[in-house]
């Protein structure tokens, strides 16, 4: 029978409904189902052989030795009967720990639905002692006990803000130093959760929280947003003055010391994925560096469809004799000024 249909005339589909989910959650039938854990078998050589009831012994057959490579293979054989029995078993016992594991998850989110109206202090007390017992504790839950806006959720916070920038700062990983000293917050978080190894994850909003507290903190680091909404995290003695001169040294380096070509004068456009690959930023960073020193005079930009590349302003250094104005003419550029067109 594939499909069973039911029909409720009196009412009660809603009970049957939340029972029925219970049980597929629980999946008790896999524990009803399962068979025992097998064991080895031993022959104790100090109990007494057996006998029938006429008094007579019946010697128990002793196991056939192997020898040679027929013994082999029949020792191979039973090494990976047992390991089929051994690892069948540890499968029976894995089941169950998922069951016990959905149950909890369960009773977790019909905790969260009932209290969701009101508070239940002696309710979260109790789930929360089961919890720690079976080991579903994490750090937060045990400072903060499953309330927020403590005063133990705010000492989690700011010891976890001070975890980040120890490990940012920390010679032995040198997070920042490999990423040129400036990396995204999103980034930050991918690395810092995959280091612990799939325990005790942080959350993005404890995360934030993390970051934001490095600024009352005093730590050597600080939270950059660009005109594009990405937010950065780099060294407090980072500037943008000191960006932009790294990057103007670069394109001066770039410039040849007697070139035979005119064109050659202004230097080597540079893109995005250059500026990457020479100070270690990952490209997104690069392209908001770069528009940066682009706002602040240093860069000038030329996009055609090859792409767009950054060029070092030059212009600012070309002296123009500009020819002597009538009382028209300065007339007409008070106006233009006035208007905020020049």
Known sequence: MEVIKLSFRAGGEKTFMERL?????????????????????????????????????????????????????????EFRRNNELVIGSAFEDLEALMTSAKEVIAMAERFASTSSTGSNTEATRLLTESA????????????TGGS???AAEKLYITQLSRDLAEYLTDDAHGV???????????????????????????????????????????????????????????GR????EKTTRSITEWLHSLLPSSPSDPANNFGQGVTALHAAEHFGWSLGV?????????????????????????????????????????????????LLRSEGLV
């Open 176 to 234: 920042l130093r490999k990423e040129g000293g400036i990396m995204t917050l999103v980034d930050l978080w991918a690395v810092f959760n995959r280091r612990r190894n799939g325990i005790e994850l942080i959350s993005p909003s404890d995360f934030s929280k993390a970051v934001h507290q490095w600024e009352d903190l005093k730590l050597p680091l600080r939270l950059r947003h660009f005109k594009s909404g990405v937010s950065v995290v780099q």
């Open 237 to 240: 003695d980072r500037t943008d």
């Open 132 to 143: 720690s017992a079976m080991g579903l504790m994490t750090t937060k839950d045990m400072l």
């Open 286 to 334: 690069a392209a908001e560096e770069l528009e940066m020193a682009e706002d602040r005079g240093a860069l000038v930009r030329d996009q055609d469809t090859s792409g767009l590349r950054f060029w070092l302003n030059v212009f600012d250094a070309i002296e123009v004799d500009m020819p002597s104005l009538t009382e028209g003419d300065e007339a007409v550029f008070s």
């Open 21 to 77: 989910k219970d049980a597929l959650i629980q999946r008790k039938w896999l524990l009803e189902s399962a068979p025992p854990l097998p064991r080895p078998q031993s022959i104790d050589r100090h109990s007494p052989s057996p006998t029938r009831s006429d008094g007579i012994i019946t010697p128990q057959p002793q196991p056939k030795r192997g020898i040679g490579i027929a013994g082999l293979e029949r020792r191979d054989i």
């Open 148 to 150: 927020s806006g403590s």
